[in-house]
């Protein structure tokens, strides 16, 4: 996995790119310079952009409209200490698969990098709520009650998993099955829903209370 990192935080992210460097990750470059970071993306197109928000050039925000507008589609990942509502609204629809947070455990940011590089969403568990409305208006309609009756009682149990966060290898050590049957179902799912990604079907889930816990943490 190549990453590129834009943070105008110089100890942050030296610190960071010497931690993903130990793990094996390998860091194209991380620049404080919105500019010259945007440079980089379009020469280097990493695997991943992990980007700041709150930076005196440019936001990361209109650093990430930037890169859309130059029709560069490799994932971009938000990795800020902004909590607020709109950064996270603005984020996603402005293209960005991921918004996470500065405080993470290690292990876990690298564990949401290599999801999002796979092509999944990543929120960090503390926005659910904010997930929830900014997934919301991506979805013209939500499913009928009679949809979910079309889901059999596994793929109900998977979807409640999903819920709650949980990847496919842990719903699949967690109810004893293997992690392509969990795909397998997981894909039924979306299709039954009518829906494109596990983001919107766990943002459904906990919308309808379908499951006893509320929780969710796509990725």
Partial sequence: M???MIDDHALFRIGLR??????????????????????????????VVVLDIRMPQMSGIEVLRELRAKGLNMPIA???TSRDEKDV??????????????DMEPD????????????????????????????????HEAPDDDVFAELTPRESEILCHLAEGQ???????NLGISDGT?????KSILRKLNVHSRVEAAVIAVEKKL????????D
Avoid: F
């Fill in 2 to 4: 190549q990453i590129l």
């Fill in 18 to 47: 010497e931690l993903l460097e130990r793990r094996g990750i390998d860091v194209i470059d991380a620049v404080g310079d919105c500019n010259q970071g945007m440079a980089l993306a379009e020469q280097t197109k990493p695997d």
């Fill in 78 to 80: 938000m990795l800020t």
């Fill in 89 to 102: 609204i603005d984020s996603l629809q402005g293209g960005a698969q991921g918004y996470l947070l500065k």
């Fill in 108 to 139: 876990d940011l690298i564990r949401a990098l290599n999801n999002i590089v796979q092509g999944q969403t990543v929120v960090a568990q503390e926005l659910t709520m904010v997930l929830a409305r900014a997934v919301q208006g991506e979805i």
């Fill in 167 to 173: 990847s496919n290898k842990m719903i699949a050590y």
């Fill in 182 to 186: 969990v795909k397998l179902h997981v």
């Fill in 211 to 218: 499951c006893s816990k509320t929780s969710v943490d796509v």
